[in-house]
């Protein structure tokens, strides 16, 4: 199987130097990327001409619950207590099949927007399985583990996690199983210990929400005498397979555990602002650190979107906010957190354009209005593009989006599925 990609317009590389090549040529072989230079004459059993397109490595999405795009606008404009119950009731009512259904919708939409891979935690994980594998994507996926101190609960959110575990090897390596504690509030210091030595056996990271909201932390003090980052650091759960989702509601010494510990953070501002969990991510802080900051967009009930243009450009937005400095944050720095760390938190050889990596590529197509003038590309990618920028895109070497069109399912059969379980859930006669 090869590609060549023929004169792309605008390379972004995000190579070491961070190179913009223009008129190049990209040949992609056994999902890697082969050779970039101009006028490339090897033959490719396809070739396509992007003489109007901007190549860029596709995105990563670092944190996200799939299925909840079937709650896309659902009590939405309530507070966070509020939110979480009306949430926690519909959730309840969620089937194997709806679960299929929502993962299928949101695989789409990700890849639309030029995702090739995302970090996952939800229940009924083998639906979310299925549903990346036929779109051809790849993910990180983590079965959401709670046990409310509750003894027997534990002993069944292990052996769900063991089985689950299990039964993601039919399909690596393009789904890899993770460890997926909810949070602090929702599980047992002995579930977590449980976690921590599990994944040590078995060589799996472990995802947690960690400091999301004020309450939270105060929680935290109260029943443990600890702040969450300072309470995971004693109980020996920080480490470098350790991903902290959010991880806003921080000090210094609680970044310094975090740097310390090579442990890595994703950073959702959409859901954190129209959740309103308050303050702000402390980027500026886990940059001097040298922590690796990956882009997560969270749910679609928290965002309402799982476009990873728009990530970029609310986490830009958000610290020049937040620090009343336009200089604070970098178009390019965002893009590095949306690419480049997302692979590298995770394990991939891939994130750039360069020789030997994996080839995961987004095509945008320079015709759209948002990507003229195109003075800067790197700005346009952040501030003006969106998900609708994206012709075409290439996973491990494999087109799963071509002009515009899923590649391995008829997008209708996705929507038709997708809106009978959304009527189904909701019982909504029309
Ligand atoms: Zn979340």
Request: hydrophobic share 40%.
């Amino acid at each position: 199987m090869s590609i060549l990609l023929k004169n792309c317009k605008i390379v972004i590389t995000q190579n070491k130097e961070r190179k913009i090549l223009k008129d190049v040529d990209i040949l992609i072989e056994n999902g890697k990327i082969a050779k970039i230079s101009k006028s490339i004459k090897e033959n490719a059993l396809e070739t396509i001409d992007c003489s109007n397109k901007l190549v860029m490595p596709a995105l990563f999405n670092a944190h996200t619950h799939s299925p909840m795009v079937l709650l896309r606008g659902y009590r939405d404009d309530q507070e966070l207590e509020a939110w979480l119950k009306d949430v926690r009731e519909i959730e309840s009512k969620l089937k194997p099949k709806h679960i299929y259904a929502g993962a299928l919708f949101a695989c789409m939409e990700m890849i639309k927007t030029g995702t090739y891979c995302f970090v996952d935690m939800y229940f009924e994980m083998q639906e979310v399985a299925k549903a990346v594998s036929e779109l051809g994507m790849k993910a990180f996926l983590g079965y959401g583990m709670v046990d409310f101190g509750n003894e027997e609960k534990r002993e069944s959110e292990i052996k769900e996690t063991i089985k689950f575990v299990k039964s993601m090897e039919k399909y690596s390596p393009n789904i890899t199983p993770v460890l997926a504690p909810h949070a602090i509030y929702t599980c047992s210091k002995e579930l977590l210990n449980w976690v921590n030595e599990f994944a040590k056996q078995k060589n799996l990271l472990k995802t947690i929400h960690v400091s999301e909201t004020r309450k939270e932390v105060f929680e935290c003090v109260k029943s443990h005498g600890l702040r969450p980052v300072e309470y995971l650091y004693k109980i020996g759960f920080l480490d470098e397979n350790t991903i902290l989702f959010h991880s806003s509601w921080v000090t210094k010494n609680e970044i310094k555990l975090i740097a310390n510990a090579k442990s890595k953070v994703v950073h959702c501002p959409t859901s954190n602002m129209k959740l309103a969990t308050a303050g702000a991510f402390p980027m500026r802080e886990y940059l001097e650190s040298n922590t690796i900051i990956c882009l997560g967009t969270d749910g679609a009930c928290s965002n309402n979107s799982l476009d990873m243009f728009r990530e970029m450009k609310f986490a830009a937005l958000l610290q020049k906010w937040f620090r009343w400095n336009g200089a604070e944050i970098k178009a390019q720095q965002v893009l590095d957190f949306a690419t480049l760390n997302g692979a590298k938190a995770f394990g991939l050889n891939t994130g750039s354009i360069e020789i030997g990596k994996q080839a995961n590529i987004a095509i945008l197509n320079l015709e759209h209005y948002s990507l003229k003038p195109l003075l800067n590309p790197v700005s346009n990618i952040v501030y003006s593009a969106t998900g609708d920028c994206v012709s075409d895109v290439i996973v491990e070497g494999k087109f799963v989006l071509r002009n515009g069109k899923l590649v391995n399912i008829q997008e209708e059969k996705i929507m038709k599925k997708f809106e009978n379980q959304v009527k189904d859930l909701f019982r909504l006669n029309n």
